[in-house]
């Protein structure tokens, strides 16, 4: 055999390395690197998921211990307030009509409920002792006349005789004043006459004006008496029911508010859903004393006959109003031993206990006077616990103002 040489022995003791051995090994180890970094990445996302959940539950819990409450605008009036007081229908004008001289009843024209002009006959009366004293009045005024005839004729002969000193002066003077006294005389049986004539004028009673006739007091042959003193009852009872007077007590805290010339309206419990419109036509300019109240008229229009004076109506009246008024509804006061206070919400998210001064209750709604803007955020159904200054979340509340 031929011996090995150096190179040959070298390469038959170096060992012999399989192909895929040494690839194996490499992906072994880019593996278990994988791994490990996958396992940190999941821990650190593990943690990371804690904190961020530990920090959120306590956001939320910290966001939980401030209230939420509801906030609403509060409401604004109408810049007119409707006032509504009861009243009482009146006629215009209404009077009774008296007998203007003696007698009796010999016939009436017109009853209750009978619609009469102006100058129409109502009534006849029979003045039996007027009649004969008219007579006698005048036949003394016929005697009286004739004296003072004579008492002329004497005058002018005593005139003329005197002129030719026939007769003194005395004389003359005295005749010509016995003429004078006949003249005055004469004057008076004639004014005599005139107001026995007069006494016969009212034996017919007219009416004085345009009207309807309320009530009738008298029948065919009852005594009527002159005038209207003692016991004397009135012929008949006359009213003039258009347009009509509607008297109203206006309390002092809108009387002067109420102006001549203001519209305002009536209603009637008998007409449902109407209307009666008028004016203000004047007013007392003062306040009563007792009731602390001004009398107020107001005329409405009654041409068709439906409106009956003495019925009892609710008289509306539009009365302006010079401030802005603001309502809250009744759920939105708290009151406190302080007074009442209405909770708001500064634009800071924190609460305003304001004080408040309360107006008329609507109902469902407070007027409030003084306190309060347009522009606050009020808090409705506010907890008794609220303080001044506590921090709150707000949400838009139902009910708001307009």
Same mark, same amino acid.
């Given at each position: 055999?031929?011996?090995?040489?150096?190179?040959?022995?070298?390469?038959?003791? $170096? *060992?012999?390395?399989?192909?895929?051995?040494?690839?194996?090994?490499?992906?072994?180890?880019?593996?278990?690197? @994988?791994?490990?970094?996958?396992?940190?990445?999941?821990?650190?996302?593990?943690?990371?998921?804690?904190?961020? %959940?530990?920090?959120?539950?306590?956001?939320?819990?910290?966001?939980?211990? @401030?209230?939420?409450?509801?906030?609403?605008? +509060?409401?604004?009036?109408?810049?007119?307030?409707?006032?509504?007081?009861?009243?009482?229908? $009146?006629?215009?004008?209404?009077?009774?009509?008296?007998?203007?001289? &003696?007698?009796?009843?010999?016939?009436?024209?017109?009853?209750?409920?009978?619609?009469?002009?102006?100058?129409?006959?109502?009534?006849?009366?029979?003045?039996?002792?007027?009649? $004969?004293?008219?007579?006698?009045?005048?036949?003394?005024?016929?005697?009286?006349?004739?004296?003072?005839?004579?008492?002329?004729?004497?005058?002018?002969?005593?005139?003329?005789?005197?002129?030719?000193?026939? @007769?003194?002066?005395?004389?003359?003077?005295?005749?010509?004043?016995?003429?004078?006294?006949?003249?005055?005389?004469?004057?008076?049986?004639?004014? &005599? !006459?005139?107001?026995?004539?007069?006494?016969?004028?009212?034996?017919?009673?007219?009416?004085?004006?345009?009207?309807?006739?309320?009530?009738? &007091?008298?029948?065919?042959?009852?005594?009527?008496?002159?005038?209207?003193?003692?016991?004397?009852?009135?012929?008949?009872?006359? /009213?003039?029911?258009?347009?009509?007077? !509607?008297? !109203?007590?206006?309390?002092?805290?809108? /009387?002067?508010?109420?102006? =001549?010339?203001? +519209?305002?309206?009536?209603?009637?419990?008998?007409?449902?859903?109407?209307?009666?419109?008028?004016? #203000?036509?004047?007013?007392?300019?003062?306040?009563?004393?007792?009731?602390?109240?001004?009398?107020?008229?107001?005329? #409405? *229009?009654?041409?068709?006959?439906?409106?009956?004076?003495?019925?009892?109506?609710?008289?509306?009246? =539009?009365?302006?109003?010079?401030?802005?008024?603001?309502?809250? +509804?009744?759920? /939105?006061?708290?009151?406190?031993?302080?007074?009442?206070?209405? /909770?708001? #919400?500064?634009?800071?998210?924190?609460?305003?206990?304001?004080? @408040?001064?309360?107006?008329?209750?609507?109902? &469902?709604?407070?007027?409030?006077?003084?306190?309060?803007? *347009?522009?606050?955020?009020?808090?409705?159904? *506010?907890?008794?616990?609220?303080? %001044?200054? %506590?921090? #709150?979340?707000?949400?838009?509340?139902?009910?708001?103002?307009?």
């Amino acid at each position: 055999m031929t011996p090995l040489t150096e190179q040959q022995t070298r390469e038959v003791e $170096q *060992p012999v390395t399989q192909p895929g051995a040494a690839s194996r090994s490499s992906n072994a180890t880019r593996a278990a690197a @994988v791994a490990l970094l996958v396992l940190l990445l999941a821990g650190g996302f593990s943690v990371a998921r804690r904190f961020s %959940e530990k920090k959120s539950l306590a956001k939320e819990t910290e966001k939980l211990a @401030v209230p939420v409450v509801s906030v609403i605008k +509060p409401g604004t009036e109408p810049a007119q307030d409707e006032l509504v007081l009861p009243a009482q229908l $009146q006629a215009y004008v209404e009077s009774p009509i008296y007998a203007r001289t &003696n007698g009796y009843l010999m016939h009436w024209y017109k009853d209750i409920g009978a619609h009469v002009k102006k100058g129409e006959i109502l009534a006849d009366i029979d003045a039996p002792e007027v009649d $004969q004293e008219l007579r006698q009045a005048k036949a003394a005024r016929d005697q009286i006349q004739a004296q003072m005839d004579l008492a002329k004729i004497s005058a002018d002969r005593w005139t003329n005789l005197r002129r030719t000193d026939s @007769v003194s002066q005395q004389e003359a003077d005295q005749q010509t004043s016995a003429y004078t006294q006949s003249r005055a005389n004469l004057a008076a049986a004639d004014a &005599n !006459v005139r107001r026995l004539e007069e006494l016969e004028a009212f034996k017919r009673v007219y009416a004085p004006f345009s009207g309807v006739i309320t009530r009738r &007091n008298i029948d065919i042959g009852a005594l009527i008496n002159a005038g209207s003193a003692g016991q004397t009852k009135e012929l008949f009872d006359l /009213a003039q029911f258009d347009p009509l007077r !509607v008297y !109203v007590s206006v309390p002092q805290a809108d /009387a002067t508010s109420i102006k =001549a010339g203001m +519209p305002a309206y009536i209603e009637l419990r008998e007409y449902p859903g109407q209307k009666f419109t008028g004016k #203000v036509a004047r007013s007392a300019d003062a306040i009563d004393m007792s009731t602390r109240t001004m009398l107020t008229e107001v005329d #409405v *229009p009654n041409r068709d006959g439906r409106l009956l004076p003495g019925a009892y109506a609710q008289v509306h009246f =539009a009365v302006p109003v010079a401030t802005v008024r603001i309502s809250v +509804p009744v759920n /939105a006061l708290l009151f406190r031993p302080e007074g009442a206070r209405v /909770a708001t #919400v500064g634009s800071d998210q924190k609460i305003h206990l304001a004080a @408040v001064i309360i107006g008329r209750d609507f109902g &469902n709604k407070i007027e409030i006077l003084g306190g309060l803007k *347009p522009t606050d955020d009020i808090v409705v159904n *506010p907890a008794d616990s609220l303080e %001044e200054g %506590e921090s #709150v979340q707000t949400k838009p509340g139902a009910g708001g103002g307009a």
